[in-house]
């Protein structure tokens, strides 16, 4: 025979645990920011001389030395590069988003020089090393430094926080088999 009866649970005690990101300051976080700034500030300059900036640079550029295209301009890959860097930066473990960004600044500078050096081979006595400008220059170092601060701890870090909570769970009722 079986009968149910109310008993008393009395007070329990109850544990929340809750995990959140909280930003600090880390050398990847400042490397990150430099290499974004630098890449930005790089866009706005001259690559080449006399007075050649990106914006003014066609994207084919990059594969063909010889290309008559003026649009688009090697803007349409560096803006995505430096989001990527800015993301990489702002986000917790998002180390990835740093260098893939730092990685695609390279590559773009690395096909302007070897294009620029393929089209001044054509001119005797003109040498590349001549004819780069700073812009070109500030976007090498921020793309290298972007690809640094990939490999170095964000600053980004896990709090953990912890509750105790007192629940009362008198009146609950139980069912229990009678022996």
Known sequence: MASTQQIPAGRRNRRIERDSWVPTLGPGMVLGAIGTIGLVISM???WRTPDVHPS????AFLFDHGTTAHDPSILLVLI??????AVGTAMPRASAARIVGSLGAIVVVV??????????DAIPGANVGDVLD???YVA????????VSGFLPSGWAQRRSTQTETVDDRGVNFDQPRV
């Open 44 to 46: 706005l300059m001259s």
């Open 56 to 59: 003014g640079v066609p994207l």
């Open 80 to 85: 995505p590069m430096a989001v990527l860097l």
């Open 111 to 120: 096909l302007f020089v070897i294009q620029l050096n393929s089209q001044l």
């Open 134 to 136: 700073t812009g070109f």
């Open 140 to 147: 090498a170092i921020a793309g290298l430094v972007g690809f």
